[in-house]
């Protein structure tokens, strides 16, 4: 029956929806204790991607956003680094994208370059978005802040998800760096070394 399914589709995603919450709410918690790690293991960049393409796609479909991943075809295809929390990073950067981009695109662009047999990989999370005062950008990073809450009301989360992508890519030796122009968009760079 399409109305049960209905149903069943929404109990899922609230279920996932509060589980998100759940984690972030752990990873902060474990983050201001000092006891999140890194865990380096080997793994596919592609696997990797396509998890991430795999999470996003739907929620940007039904939005009418484009999703697009520009990857560096000279991309080696396998690394050493902790592959969890850098999809971690990425999800909460492309879903960011989405929640805050009505029309338009939200794009993953990925280079790499060599230093001393390592990968410096090099992401940027761009999008066509509402994007952000520059007076505003430094607030990102507070747990539980949420910018313009009249704007953005029915937009869900926590507020603690850039905090917790700023305080991982700190035990990764890296930083975020955003650009935006209100009603124009927003850009997310990080670069890490794998």
Known sequence: NPQIRHYAHDAKDSSLAMLNIINDILDTTKLE????ELTPVNYHM?????????????KAKEKGLE???EISPSLPSEYFGDDIRLRQILVNLLTNGVKY?????????LTSTLEQGNAR????VKDTGIGIHEEDIDKLYEAFRRLDLSQNR???GTGLGMNIVQQILKLMD???????????????SFSILQ
């Open 67 to 69: 999703l697009l991943f």
């Open 33 to 36: 204790a000092g006891m999140m």
């Open 154 to 156: 029915n937009v869900e």
């Open 121 to 124: 990989l090099n992401f940027c």
């Open 101 to 109: 981009t009505n029309t338009g695109t939200v794009t993953l662009r």
């Open 46 to 58: 592609g696997s990797l991607l396509n998890d991430v393409y795999n999470m996003i796609h739907v």
């Open 174 to 188: 890296s930083t975020l760096e955003i650009k935006s122009t209100p009603g124009k968009g927003s850009e997310f």
